[in-house]
């Protein structure tokens, strides 16, 4: 899977507006070039942090290359690298700094729907299911470094398998493990590469519990842009609609990979590809352009409005009063807005997946003083391999502070909160090297969840520590 990483995230430095620029003693081409190089060094790193055993090493390694390496051009190639493993640890704020696209009016933009009375704001959790009933294939597209951005999908599967829709794919699972992953009911490592991140496992592991055939259609060639976005297109036909002309297809891919028109890395994209092949057109949910980013500069310009004059709570969609709704660009059907992020002990609230999941608090004391330690909460009927339901690292101490700083982050041991549904798991405390540092049996109740916890919690921390998760890149 190299090469697709290696062209996503050249692809987005490039086309997707990064928010990093040439300087001014360099010429676009040659920040092109040193682009390349950054990213040649990017996937040297990771394959050197994967031959760790365990996760928390593996972004060890990361994270450390990206302090000692103050290049420009490598961090806004490297942080996106470093991103995904963030999100991997469940350390989602500093994932979302790490690797931040701006979002910039374009010239096609569509009016804002604001002040517009041909439009209202509705529930997204409950228009997509009405506007995506007569077709063929839903398509949700993603940012890979904001799991927010899965959230609704993971919301909103139960609703589209009522409608009828039996297949779900998803960007990057193997097809070495999809037998067995149907199988077996959970993905684990050997699954896909951002299932690895437990709301994107659990976007899986729904699917199967729903009843649908999951289907990996990830290029098995080294091609890149248009020719990967053929071969995607390819194996989607051949595994779904030409072996069962009755298929229905919600899909789950990165950015433009669903767009229905415009240009795709010089090519077309790979629902373009599709409808080429065997005449579908998906209804498209647009998920990238609306989400709070860590600076409000990178919002799109349409983005505070919105949210300061509705404060929706839950995410929403614009709906004409002729039943067609709004989308911000051509090439996509409808855009969800995602209401401004909530944290609570050092994690997004979002990670509820709206009230699904219930806050249960968990303390470094466990750590038995070994940090950074990872908490990982597995369902209990599943194996020692699954991919948990939640995991968070915590550690006392940011990378980045200086030797006087280090002792005001020291007053207690880390703390923070797993989201978990109802139900019965086990939870495991480790350290860098995978050994065992503690576990226990919890099981969280069907109501009033948010008091379980693997002890009494405190009040919220005074110091500057961040309570719960490891420390980023910038030491925020």
């Known amino acids: ?65 990206y302090n000692s390496n103050k290049d420009p051009a490598f961090h806004v190639i490297f942080g996106q690298y470093l991103s995904w493993y963030q999100t991997f640890i469940g350390d989602y704020p500093d994932a979302a700094t790490a690797f931040s696209i701006r979002q910039t009016a374009l010239p096609d933009d569509r009016p804002s729907p604001l002040g517009n009375p041909d439009y209202t704001a509705r529930p997204a959790l409950e228009v997509i299911p009405e506007l995506a009933r007569n077709y063929r294939a839903v398509f949700f597209n993603e940012a890979h470094n904001i799991p927010l951005t899965r959230t609704l999908t993971v919301q909103l599967l139960g609703k589209l398998r009522a409608e009828g829709f039996n297949y779900f794919a998803a960007e990057t699972l193997y097809q070495t493990d999809i037998a067995r992953l149907q199988s077996r009911g959970y993905p684990t490592k050997d699954s896909g590469f951002y299932t690895q991140e437990p709301i994107c496992a659990e976007m899986v592991r729904t699917a199967l519990k729903l009843g649908f055939k999951v289907v990996a259609y990830e290029a098995l060639s080294d091609a890149t842009g248009d020719a990967r976005e053929a071969e995607q ?61 860590p600076s409000a500069s990178d919002d799109h310009p349409d983005y505070a409005p919105i949210m300061r004059q509705l404060q929706p709570q839950a995410p929403i969609v614009f709906v004409g009063n002729a039943g067609k709704p709004w989308s911000l660009r051509p090439g996509y ?60 690292a915590l550690d006392p101490v940011p990378l980045n502070a200086v030797p006087m700083d280090r002792i005001k982050y020291m007053s207690g041991p880390p703390f923070g909160e797993l989201y978990l549904r109802p139900g019965k798991y086990r939870l495991t405390y480790s350290d860098a090297d995978a050994r065992s540092l503690s576990a226990l049996d919890i099981t969280i109740p069907g109501t009033d969840a948010g008091k379980a916890s693997d002890q009494t919690a405190p009040a919220p921390p005074s110091s500057p520590a961040k309570a719960g998760t490891a420390p980023g890149p910038a030491g925020s």
């Open 1 to 65: 899977m190299a090469s697709h990483r290696a062209g996503i995230t050249l692809g987005c430095a490039l086309l997707l507006a990064c928010t990093v620029t040439p300087g001014r003693a360099q010429t676009a081409s040659q920040w092109q070039a040193r682009q390349v190089e950054a990213s040649m060094k990017s996937e040297q790193i990771m394959r050197e942090a994967n031959k760790h055993k365990s996760l928390l090493a593996q972004y060890q390694v990361m994270r450390y290359a």
């Open 333 to 392: 059907d409808v855009s969800v807005f995602f209401p401004p992020q909530t944290m609570q002990r050092g994690r997004p609230t979002w990670l509820s997946l709206g009230g699904e999941r219930k806050p249960y608090f968990v303390s470094g004391e466990r750590c038995q003083g070994s940090y950074p330690c990872l908490v990982e909460a597995r369902y209990a009927d599943e194996g020692d391999d699954a991919i948990p339901a939640d995991r968070l």
């Open 233 to 293: 297109a390819r194996n989607l036909y051949q595994q779904v609609f030409k072996k069962d002309p009755s298929a229905r297809l919600v899909l789950d891919a990165g950015y433009a990979h669903i767009q229905t028109s415009g240009v795709f890395l010089g090519g077309s994209s790979m629902a373009e590809h599709l409808h080429k092949l065997s005449g579908i057109v998906p209804f498209t949910v647009e998920q990238t352009m609306f989400y709070p980013h």
